[in-house]
Every structure is written in structure tokens, then in C-alpha cells.
């Protein structure tokens, strides 16, 4: 499955489907390309849901993110984040890879969400055929998940499903910025 697109909602969807997976007993793993934070609402809510959904992330932690957490500072924009997430030197997208395709490789994933993996082939940090192959290696029984803007068409040709997400209206367009609970 892949929800892509430029709107909101795609790793919200993900989620629904993970919280629904998890609630039914199914074994969850989410991992984040590209995150770290550490101060996102699905990770308070992955604790409710142990030990069927865990969330991994994999990326630069935000400086202030224990002010964020706490909810006494905002989100500054300083980009340090994003400019270290796409440093290949980091290597945060292979290991994800690696740490996804090695817990698949168990057979005890029912349901695998790959958060953000378009922007980390479209950055050039993992190739789309180690993707492909990693998808063409999977267990039966499990489910995947690739959110992202900007997928790969040769992802979208291979999957069961495909959303588009796509904005008609948000806050954001109108000067409202990123809000704790909705947004992260």
C-alpha cells in the first residue's frame, strides 16, 4: 500500500492502519526514514499499544526536542534536522533500510509502515531496487506500507494500493502553523 501525494494525511493513514492492525493482535513495526524527533503524537500513542506496535526512527533528533515534548517551546524552523537527515555521511536511511528488511526478514512483521521512504531515495540516500527487492523478498502474510511524497513510479506500478493525498485546504496555506496534537 502507499499513500503518497502533496497533501496531509499520508502518515496519518499509515497510522490507522497500524493502530488497527495493533489492536487486533497483529504484530506492528513502524519505522521512520528521516525522523527523530522524539516528540511526534504517535509515538505517545505507540506506548498504549505495546508490544503489537513499535516505532523506530531513524534520523537527526531535533535540538529542542524536550521543549517541544514538554509543550514549552515550538518548533523553531532552525532546519538542522532536515539538513542533517540528508547527509549521506549519517547513513540514517540505510540503516533503516537494513533494520526494516531485517525485522521482515523474521516473518514475525504483519504489518510494516515505511514512513517517509520516498524522500530517502528521492535524496539519493537508498536506491529504489534495494527497495523493490527488499518488497519482492517479503513474507506472505505481511503488509507493507510506503508513505511519502513523490513516490517512485516503479513503486506505485508494484503495489495493491495506491492513495493520493491531496490538499484542498489547510491551516498551514493560511498562516496557522504546524499544531501539536494535529500536525505532529
Excluded at 493482535?25 to 528521516?34: A, D, E, G, M, S
Excluded at 503524537?41 to 513499535?54: C, M
Excluded at 505481511?142 to 491551516?171: F, W, Y
Amino acid at each position: 500500500m502507499i499513500f503518497t501525494g502533496d497533501g496531509k494525511g499520508k502518515t496519518t493513514a499509515a497510522l490507522g492502519l497500524a493502530v488497527g492492525a495493533a489492536a487486533n493482535n497483529q504484530q506492528v513495526l513502524i519505522v521512520q526514514f528521516l525522523k527523530g524527533g522524539g516528540y511526534t503524537g504517535e509515538l505517545f500513542a505507540a506506548s498504549y499499544l505495546k508490544p503489537f506496535l513499535t516505532i523506530k526512527q531513524f534520523g537527526f533528533g531535533c535540538p529542542i526536542a524536550t521543549q517541544l515534548k514538554s509543550g514549552e517551546q515550538l518548533c523553531n524552523k532552525c532546519g538542522v534536522c532536515f539538513r542533517e537527515n540528508r547527509k549521506s555521511s549519517n547513513q540514517f536511511a540505510p540503516k533503516a533500510l537494513a533494520f526494516a528488511a531485517e525485522a521482515l526478514g523474521t516473518g514475525k512483521i504483519d504489518l510494516l509502515v515505511m514512513d517517509e521512504i520516498s524522500h530517502a531515495i528521492r535524496h539519493q540516500l537508498i536506491s529504489k531496487q534495494a527497495v523493490l527487492s527488499m518488497l519482492s523478498a517479503r513474507p506472505t502474510h505481511s503488509d507493507i506500507v510506503l508513505t511519502g511524497r513523490n513516490m517512485p513510479e516503479e513503486l506505485i506500478a508494484i503495489a495493491d494500493q495506491v492513495t493520493v493525498c491531496q490538499a484542498v485546504k489547510h491551516p498551514m496555506t493560511h498562516g496557522i502553523d504546524a499544531r501539536r496534537g494535529t500536525e505532529y
